[in-house]
Structure formats: C-alpha cells, structure tokens
C-alpha cells in the first residue's frame, strides 16, 4: 500500500526487452535503498525491484501491465515519480493507494495560475461513477484532489511544491499518465452492483 506522497523523482537509463516484458534500469536518490522482491510504486504502478546495481534499480513491466499503463510510451531519459510501500508507522499524508492503475488520463490542458498550475484530464467515461468532486484521485503516483468534473474530465491543482517534486512540468497537452481511482469508491461501486443484481433476481 502507499499514500500517493511521491519521495523522489527517478530517470529511466536503460529499457530492454524481455520477450513480451520490459525491463527498466532507473537511477533514483533511494536505488541504492532498495532490495530485491521491494514493492515500489513508479509513477503510480506498484513494480518489484528485481535487482539493484551501481547505476540504480531495475524493474520489470509484465504485457498486462505495459497494455493499461503509460510505461509503454516511456523512453531512456524519462522521470517517474518514485514511492515506497507504507510502513506501520507511516502517517497517511494522501489517501490509500495500492499501485493497481485503473486507466489512462490524457492531458488535455494546462494552465499557468500565477502560484499554481492547473491541469485537465480526460479518462475512459466509464470510470466516471469513480470519481466525485473533491474526492482523491492518483496520477502518476500523485495522490491528487478533482475538481471541475464534467462527463468524463476532470482538473486537479499543483501546489510548487508537487510541481518541483515529481514529473509534472513533463506532462503537457496531449501527455498520457496513469490513474488510479480512489478504492473506497470502487468498493461503493461493486456494492451497488451486487446489491442491484440481487434485487433483479428477486
């Protein structure tokens, strides 16, 4: 589990392949901290560190997980925010995350608010019943506030703070990053569901 409060930025440094699979060497402030079989959350998608050498870590991005995530579209040279899992004695800053990217986001705008940035979003429309207004939502390992919902977008506000400390000034119209909706939500959802089938097949 994580909150969402990113510890440091990584740079991929090396990608290869590994049959379907891709393996990324990330050179990190904290690579050195790391062990092998370490849940680490990399731009909001939980991966295993699977080794650690001089230059950094490397993890290793399965089909499934290269099909519903931005880690595709990642190149030598990219940032990903980096998180380590929570410990007992973690104070929860942001709001549970497990690192189960739920979709895509497409940036569809930003916006300079002279202190602040704003940026727009939009998703697959049918995560919206997921999303409510002012409620958490991850972006790239970014436990994040939504406002402004319309259909399916939604905008969230980058204090300097965020914006100097994760790879948010990388992100610009047309950019595509990973979400994770809130899991109390997800949960409220599958009730409902469940509970109206229940109701039909009285």
């Known amino acids: 589990m994580f909150t969402g409060i990113v510890e440091t930025v990584g740079t991929i440094i090396q990608i290869s392949e590994s049959g379907t699979n891709q393996r990324f060497l990330v050179s990190s402030s904290l690579s050195n901290e790391f062990k092998a079989d370490q849940s680490v ?8 560190v699977e080794e650690v050498t001089k230059e950094g870590h490397v993890i290793s991005a399965v089909h499934e997980t290269l099909q519903k995530t931005n880690l595709r579209h990642r190149k030598k040279g ?20 497990q690192g189960h990217v739920d979709a895509t986001a497409t940036c569809t705008g930003v916006s300079d ?22 409620g958490s939502v991850c972006i790239n390992g970014v ?11 939604f905008k969230v506000a980058i204090i300097p703070y965020t914006y100097n400390h994760t790879n948010f000034p990388s992100v610009r119209e047309g950019s595509v990053v990973n979400i994770e909706f ?10 409902m569901l469940t509970s109206q089938r229940k109701h039909h097949a009285q």
């Open 41 to 48: 959350l990399h731009d909001g998608v939980c991966l295993t």
């Open 182 to 191: 809130d899991i109390i939500g997800k949960y409220a959802e599958r009730f």
């Open 113 to 134: 608010m002279s202190g602040s940035w704003e940026y727009s979003f939009s998703y697959p429309p049918e995560f919206a019943p997921l999303i409510i207004e002012k």
């Open 78 to 97: 990219d940032q990903l925010n980096i998180e380590r899992s929570l410990t007992l004695q973690t104070r929860l800053d942001g709001h549970i995350v």
């Open 143 to 153: 436990s994040l506030t939504a406002f402004a919902l319309k259909d399916n977008t």
